[in-house]
C-alpha cells in the first residue's frame, strides 16, 4: 500500500512512523521542510496527561498515558522521565488546591522536599505538587530525529505534488491550514520565549499557576529553557504581543530571579488547531483520512491518534472495507 502523507509536523511525521510499523510505502508531502510552519515547532513537549486534566477532558489524560513508553519506541532515550513540579505564589496557594482537586497521580511536596529535588527552587516555595509519572521531550530534536529515521527506512520526503490520484490513500496532517475547510475546526494562538541564563538548573518541567493561563518552563539543557505559553481565541498569526511577552517574563521571574538577566534567545507565536471539545479527531473526508484538532495535546496525543488514523486507512483493505 502506497500513502501518501500531508504535513510534516508532530502528526504527520507520527502517522508516517506508524505507517512503516505496518510495511506501508510512505510519501510525506510538506512545502516547509525546515519545520518553521509547523505548531509542534513552538511546543513545551510535555508528556504530562496528569496534569493537562486540570483544564481537559478524561480522554486526554487517558489516551495520553501510553504516550511515554510510544516516544520511547519511537526514539529511545529522548524521553526525559523526570515528572512534572507544580508551584504557586504565596498569594496563589489555594489555585494549588484547586489543582490537586481536578487531577491525581500526584504527591504533596513541603518546602524541605522541593529543594532536594529541584535545588534552584530551595526556599522559594512553601508547597508544591510533584507528578512523578510525566516526562518531557525536546520537540525541535525529536521532530529532526524522526524524520531522519524515517528517510533511513525509505520514506519519501517531498515539497509538493501534482498528482494524488496514484496512491492507495491518503492522509491529511495539516493542522491549522485546514480552518475552514474541516467543520468546526477553529485556530488558538499560542505565544512562547526561548531564554538562556547559566544561573537556573531545572531536572523537569516546573508549571507556575497563573490566574488567566498555565505557564510552564521547560529546560532544554545548557542554560537554555522554554517558557510557554498563552492561549488566546484568535487566528491572528503575528509575532508576540508586548501583553503576553511581559507576562510570561513574569511568570519566569516568579519560578527564579535569575530569568531577569537572562537572555531572551527567540519569541514565537502560532495558531494550534482546535475542535469546540480541545479533543482532536480522525474522519475520513472525500478522499483523504484527516488527522487534526491536537489543539495543545500535540506531542502528549499524536501517537495515539497517528494509530487511529491509520487504523483507518487500513480498514479499507480489510474485509467489508472499500478498497479502490
Known amino acids: 500500500m502506497h500513502v501518501l502523507v500531508k504535513g510534516a509536523g508532530v502528526a504527520g511525521l507520527t502517522v ?3 505507517l512503516t510499523l505496518r510495511s506501508a510505502d510512505v510519501t510525506v508531502m510538506d512545502p516547509n521542510p525546515d519545520f518553521g510552519q509547523a505548531a509542534s515547532w513552538l511546543a513545551g513537549g ?3 496527561p496528569w496534569c493537562e486534566r486540570e483544564g481537559a477532558d478524561e480522554a486526554v489524560s487517558l489516551r495520553g498515558r501510553g504516550a511515554i513508553d510510544r516516544w520511547d519506541m519511537m526514539l529511545p ?3 526525559h522521565r523526570n515528572g512534572t513540579l507544580v508551584v504557586a505564589p504565596a498569594r496563589d496557594q489555594g489555585e494549588l488546591d484547586r489543582f490537586a482537586s481536578r487531577t491525581s497521580g500526584h504527591e504533596w511536596l513541603g ?3 522541593i ?3 529541584e535545588p534552584a527552587l530551595a526556599g522559594r516555595f512553601r508547597r508544591a505538587l510533584f507528578f512523578p509519572l510525566e516526562g518531557h521531550l525536546d520537540p525541535r530534536r525529536v521532530l529532526g530525529l524522526l524524520r531522519e529515521k524515517l528517510a533511513a527506512r525509505g520514506v519519501a520526503f517531498i515539497g509538493q505534488v501534482a498528482e494524488t490520484t496514484g496512491y492507495d490513500d491518503i ?3 495539516t493542522g491549522a491550514a485546514r480552518i475552514g475547510q474541516t467543520s468546526g475546526l477553529r485556530g488558538v494562538r499560542g505565544e ?9 538548573g531545572l531536572a523537569r518541567p516546573v508549571r507556575l499557576l497563573h490566574p488567566r493561563f498555565p505557564v510552564y518552563i521547560v529546560p532544554r539543557g545548557s542554560g537554555l529553557f522554554m517558557v510557554g505559553a498563552t492561549m488566546i481565541e484568535t487566528e491572528f498569526a503575528g509575532p508576540i504581543s508586548a501583553r503576553s511577552m511581559m507576562e510570561l517574563l513574569n511568570a519566569a521571574y516568579a519560578v527564579h530571579p535569575a530569568f531577569a538577566d537572562a537572555t531572551v534567545i527567540e519569541t514565537g ?3 494550534r488547531p482546535a475542535f469546540a471539545d480541545n479533543f482532536p479527531r480522525v474522519t475520513r473526508e472525500a478522499e483523504a483520512v484527516v488527522l487534526n484538532g491536537l489543539y495543545r495535546h500535540g506531542f502528549l496525543l499524536a501517537p495515539t491518534m497517528a494509530q487511529e488514523a491509520v487504523d483507518l486507512v487500513f480498514s479499507r483493505t480489510e474485509p467489508g472495507g472499500n478498497c479502490r
Open 16 to 18: 508516517a512512523h506508524e
Open 77 to 79: 532515550g529522548e524521553v
Open 171 to 173: 492522509v491529511d496532517c
Open 192 to 200: 512562547m520565549l526561548y531564554l538562556h541564563t547559566p544561573e537556573v
Open 269 to 271: 507565536a502560532g495558531i
Open 115 to 117: 529543594g532536594p529535588l
Open 111 to 113: 518546602e524541605e522536599q
Open 46 to 48: 510535555m508528556l504530562a
